[in-house]
Every structure is written in structure tokens, then in C-alpha cells.
């Protein structure tokens, strides 16, 4: 069993950062994909970034190619999101999630997630 927990969300304004930060326990995260999904109220969870087990592979939605980096310290046990110029349409609750197998973008992949954080970006 996985056990993720997610922080570093926030209130932000729009052109500005934040990193979110998932910490892993229960089991080494370097066995697992790991993903960024967010939601946003009303709407359905998205896919936001993916990592192979050792970094070496990415993937990211459209939406925030070029401003999200996605990146892990397996030796810390800790998946990183740093957001960058920031944009009201980014508010959302963002949850890390591990899966085995390959990166995906698919949520219903994924099979260990954590409560998710709120990231809050005003215009």
C-alpha cells in the first residue's frame, strides 16, 4: 500500500509559482509512475503531468506544456510540480497518484492517490 500526500498548494496570483510537493510512505516510490491530475469544480479530473520511475521520461497535457515541470527525488520519496506563470484557469485541487507498468495519462490507471491540495490562482 501507497500512501500519498500532497502539499504546497495555495493562493496565488495569475503570472506567479508555486511547487507542489507529494511525499510517498508505505512503499519506495521509485517502483511507481507517478502522475499530477487536477480538478476543478464543476468539471471532470484532468491529467496534468507524468514521470517514468527514474525521471528519465515525461509527459505533460497541452494545457501546461512549456509553464509545469514535473520531476522526482526517489530518494526522498517525493514527486515535484513547479508551476510557473500561472493562470486563472489552473485553480484547481491537483492529486499526485502512482501507478506500476508504463507513464499514462489516463487516470483510471492509476491506482494509489492522495487527497489532493488547492491551488487558487486569481486574475
Known amino acids: 500500500q501507497v500512501q500519498l500526500v500532497e502539499s504546497g498548494g495555495g493562493l496565488v496570483q495569475a503570472g506567479g509559482s508555486l511547487r507542489l510537493s507529494c511525499t510517498a510512505s508505505?512503499?519506495?516510490?521509485?517502483?511507481?509512475?507517478m502522475g499530477w491530475f487536477r480538478q476543478a469544480p464543476g468539471k471532470e479530473r484532468e491529467f496534468v503531468a507524468t514521470i517514468s520511475r527514474i525521471g528519465t521520461s515525461t509527459d505533460y497535457d497541452d494545457s501546461v506544456q512549456g509553464r509545469f515541470i514535473i520531476s522526482r527525488d526517489n530518494a526522498k520519496n517525493t514527486v515535484y510540480l513547479q508551476m510557473n506563470s500561472l493562470k486563472p484557469e489552473d485553480t484547481a485541487v491537483y492529486y499526485c497518484?502512482?501507478?506500476?507498468?508504463?507513464?499514462?495519462?489516463?487516470?483510471?490507471?492509476?491506482?494509489?492517490w492522495g487527497q489532493g491540495t488547492q491551488v487558487t490562482v486569481s486574475s
Open positions: 508505505g512503499h519506495c516510490l521509485n517502483n511507481h509512475i
Open positions: 497518484a502512482a501507478k506500476g507498468g508504463w507513464i499514462s495519462i489516463a487516470a483510471d490507471e492509476y491506482i494509489y
